[in-house]
Nanobody, 115 residues
Framework: VQLQASGGGLVQPGRSLILSCAVSGNIPSITDMGWYRQAPGKQRELVANIQDFGGTNYADSVKERFTIWWDSAKNTVYLQINNLKPEDTAAYYC??????????WGQGTLVTVSS
């Protein structure tokens, strides 16, 4: 399984952004997809995940502004971030969890929120 994240960049506070994570390989083995972020000097944290049956979970700190969804036609998981704040500045990573409980990580995509 390979994951390719994209969509990061420099954005102004208050704007929205959609991150994408394209998944290839043994996709049926993936039972959960998640987005994590790691800000400078901080630990990586889970911000949202979606299970293969469609259930979603969000970190309390972002649940009002973040939306995760899976497009099965494109084999891509998305993360929309609304009302971006400077504290959202981080490298964002996607992760797939297989039915064998193996983690597949994509490379990070950097989001910088600044005016």
């Amino acid at each position: 399984v390979q994951l390719q994240a994209s969509g990061g960049g420099l954005v102004q506070p208050g704007r929205s952004l959609i991150l994408s994570c394209a998944v290839s390989g043994n996709i049926p083995s993936i039972t959960d997809m998640g987005w994590y972020r790691q800000a400078p000097g901080k630990q990586r944290e889970l911000v949202a995940n979606i299970q293969d049956f469609g259930g979603t979970n969000y970190a309390d700190s972002v649940k009002e502004r973040f939306t995760i969804w899976w497009d099965s036609a494109k084999n891509t998981v998305y993360l929309q971030i609304n009302n971006l704040k400077p504290e959202d500045t981080a490298a964002y990573y996607c992760k797939g969890l297989s039915d064998a409980l193996y983690d597949y990580w994509g490379q990070g995509t950097l989001v910088t929120v600044s005016s």
